[in-house]
């Protein structure tokens, strides 16, 4: 029984420190679950027979008194105090007429049994308690996804056509709803009869339940790594953390929005932790239709988050919000998001309290991003490097996020690692395991162009369905990945083989004082352009067929207008602490970018062109050899 409040007849003590015996004055919808027996209530007279009287106790709780547990006559309309005395199987009630002397009285109010949603059957009417998710109004009945600590589910009230009902429920509520589960399109629905916002300890008692159960329920799953690294064990509870927000957000009914780069890795990256969520929200969620709502994976051409996409992200979320009645999402960052050229953006969302993640293996500058991130994960920050790709990182987190994927991804680290150029000790390892499931070196490879070749010409979008066929995650026809991946593979071999055609003989080679070998050329003058491979991919082909000609460290830089590519072998660039001190150095330059100790990349004004690249050759010029940074070594 729950005890709301006293009705006092003339007590001068609260309720915990007065002795009196208690009268129970029930709330008319107050049942049977509200009662106890030898507990005392008031009654009123809605019978008189032969045998006793009949009386309420509440609108739904009646029953008997015997005439021989009377003391007096009552006639239908009297008012007295009963004792409960017995509920029999068959339901009856049985009363006793007893006034205790001195009595005190406490109102009791209605507490439905709260059914949880994981529970709920069609036809049933249940009492559900939970919080807001969405308010989606439609053309006829407005739509409520209430989350309690079992699932979610759509909740259907209608006031009338295209009327927003209860009007004053707004987002992360906690509500109470009762209704009647009906099947809407082979899903449950509740139609709503009637909705209550609760409110103070109620309230408080309810989220508190909730998100303990959210809490214990977004635990990411305990599963061994692909490969025994003890590197990689650094990061594991940084991507447990990352798990852990991803299925509490899913749980939670909040959209999710994936920016990765696009490019081998990201999107090695970023397709095992897609597969994975779609999977979760297709368990926690009712609506088949969720995982298409609730989850958006969007490439980005450059290595951070600009201020073009951001705004566009911002701007669909905000639309999210005011069409669909959506959460503004939570934003995970895989294979950029990690320097001081993202803050602007995350400063962005950061006025919208947008959630943010990131996945990341650049060289990073915490001290700028991490006072805007929820979680941060990253090699660097465990004294380790970019040998650990996004896509092996992402591997691990989507199992932790729902093991049954493990079978789908057993090669995919092996292609992010290919694609990224690491040099992990683990490399063979992760090779075996994909050679296991039917790929050798050179296919692997042919993965890893066939991506590059389709992301290159899918540009934004996010071509969900061939890039899963190419990486062969979530594919439901091998034969297709196979002739996908060669037809893919063969073209961005054929159209490699033109562009170094065009542009190899115009390389311009100096020997440094270091001993490296540097080779620069212009690509906007000697490069096919607007045609794959782009003018980083240009540059890393014609990289690559020097470092294997010359056997010895080589530099290379690719630039343009306004941009410069570059790439080293066998030499510590350390290329993002060289940005920082070019835009310092080179006056009104406007110099940007970043990337790794042997990959970058740079913007600059174009103006300024001759100066920046001549400064960035002498500071390449300064950089010490490296043998454990060669691919020949």
């Not at 962005?348 to 941060?376: G, K, T």
């Not at 073209?491 to 080779?519: C, F, I, K």
């Not at 690509?523 to 014609?542: C, E, I, V």
């Amino acid at each position: 029984m729950s005890d709301e409040h006293a009705g006092d007849s003339g007590a001068d003590s609260g309720p915990n420190s007065d002795s009196r015996p208690i009268v129970y004055d029930l709330a008319p919808n107050c049942t049977v679950e509200d009662t106890e027996p030898d507990a005392h209530y008031h009654a009123v007279v809605n019978g008189v027979v032969e045998y006793g009287i009949f009386v309420d106790i509440s609108d739904s709780v009646s029953g008997l008194i015997h005439e021989s547990n009377l003391s007096a006559d009552y006639e239908v309309g009297d008012r007295l105090v009963v004792r409960l005395d017995e509920v029999r199987e068959n339901g009856d009630i049985a009363f006793v007429e007893d006034t205790p002397d001195n009595y005190r009285t406490l109102t009791v109010d209605h507490e439905p049994t709260i059914t949880p949603i994981a529970d709920l059957s069609v036809g049933e009417s249940a009492t559900i308690e939970g919080i807001v998710s969405q308010i989606k109004q439609t053309g006829g009945p407005t739509v409520f996804r209430i989350a309690d600590d079992s699932g979610i589910i759509a909740a259907a009230a209608f006031e009338e056509a295209g009327v927003r009902a209860f009007p004053h429920v707004e987002l992360d509520d906690v509500i109470r709803m009762n209704g009647t589960v009906e099947d809407h399109e082979g899903t449950r629905q509740l139609e709503v009869d009637g909705l209550s916002v609760l409110e103070d300890e109620k309230a408080d008692a309810a989220r508190e339940r909730i998100d303990a159960a959210v809490d214990e329920l977004a635990e990411p799953e305990d599963v061994d790594p692909l490969v025994e690294w003890p590197a990689f064990e650094k990061l594991r509870s940084d991507l447990e953390d990352v798990a852990r927000l991803l299925r509490k957000t899913v749980l939670e009914g909040r959209p999710i929005r994936v920016r990765h780069h696009a490019d081998g890795d990201g999107m090695c990256a970023a397709v095992p932790v897609q597969l994975a969520l779609e999977r979760f929200i297709t368990e926690v969620h009712d609506d088949p239709d969720a995982p298409r709502h609730l989850f958006k994976r969007l490439p980005s051409k450059a290595p951070f988050y600009e201020m073009e996409d951001v705004t566009r992200d911002l701007n669909f979320a905000l639309e999210g919000r005011a069409r669909h009645g959506q959460r503004l999402p939570f934003l995970l960052m895989l294979d950029n998001g990690s320097t001081e050229e993202d803050v602007p953006a995350y400063e962005n969302l950061a006025h919208y309290d947008v959630p943010i993640a990131v996945v990341d293996h650049h060289h990073p500058d915490p001290e700028a991003v991490n006072p805007l991130l929820d979680a941060h994960v990253n090699p660097y920050l465990h004294d380790e490097d970019y040998r650990i790709t996004t896509g092996m990182m992402c591997v691990e987190l989507a199992r932790m996020i729902h093991p049954d994927v493990t079978d789908d991804l057993r090669h995919v680290p092996a292609v992010a690692g290919l694609s990224d150029r690491s040099k992990a000790e683990v490399m063979d390892d992760y090779i075996a395991l994909a050679e296991a499931e039917g790929y050798d070196r050179e296919q692997l490879l042919d993965v890893g162009e066939a991506l590059d070749y389709a992301a290159h010409w899918l540009r934004y979008n996010d071509g969900a369905s061939i890039v899963n066929d190419v990486l062969n995650v979530g594919c439901d026809d091998e034969n297709r990945h196979r002739e996908l991946v060669e037809f893919l593979s063969s073209r961005a071999e054929r159209d490699v083989e033109r562009q170094l055609d065009a542009a190899e003989p115009h390389l311009e080679h100096e020997r440094l004082d270091s001993g490296a070998n540097l080779y620069r050329i212009d690509l906007d003058k000697w490069a096919h352009r607007f045609t794959y491979p782009a003018p980083g991919k240009t540059t890393g082909k014609l990289h690559d067929l020097k470092v294997q000609e010359t056997g010895e460290p080589v530099i290379t830089i690719g630039y343009g207008p306004d941009f410069a590519v570059l790439r080293s072998d066998g030499v510590r660039l350390d290329i993002p602490r060289m940005v920082a001190e070019l835009n310092e150095e080179v006056v009104g330059g406007g110099v940007s970018g970043g990337g790794h100790l042997v990959v970058g990349s740079i913007k600059f004004v174009s103006g300024m062109r001759e100066e920046v690249i001549e400064t960035l050759v002498e500071k390449m010029a300064e950089a010490d050899i490296d043998e454990e940074l060669s691919t020949t070594a």
